[in-house]
Nanobody, 121 residues
Framework: VQLQASGGGLVQAGGSLRLSCAAS????????VGWFRQAPGKGREFVAR????????HYADSVKGRFTISRDNAKNTVYLQMNSLKPEDTALYYC???????????????WGQGTQVTVSS
């Protein structure tokens, strides 16, 4: 499985961005796909994840109600819609996939390259 993240950019506080994570190779129904982020000087933080089947979805408390994870099966792509962005959302965002992927980054074997999100105040 290879993942390619895109869609980052510079946005003002209160704005929106949509990140994409395109997967090559088949993501089986048992795979979980997660989004993580890492700000300078900080560890990699869980943002959101769901199983490819869409049965189980989880969000970090810090993004709940503002971010939405979704997928397009035909395009083998997972999205992270980010609304009401705050300066503290500024980070390098990564998508990841694994059969056993949960809310901890070490549970994921497959990673995309990061895409930078910068929110100005």
């Amino acid at each position: 499985v290879q993942l390619q993240a895109s869609g980052g950019g510079l946005v003002q506080a209160g704005g929106s961005l949509r990140l994409s994570c395109a997967a090559s190779g088949r993501l089986f129904s048992s795979y979980a796909v997660g989004w993580f982020r890492q700000a300078p000087g900080k560890g990699r933080e869980f943002v959101a994840r769901f199983t490819w089947s869409g049965v189980n979805t989880h969000y970090a408390d810090s993004v709940k109600g503002r971010f939405t994870i979704s997928r397009d099966n035909a395009k083998n792509t997972v999205y992270l819609q980010m609304n009401s962005l705050k300066p503290e959302d500024t980070a390098l965002y990564y998508c990841a996939a694994d059969v056993n992927g949960g809310t901890y980054y070490a549970q994921y074997a497959y990673w995309g390259q990061g895409t930078q999100v910068t929110v100005s105040s």
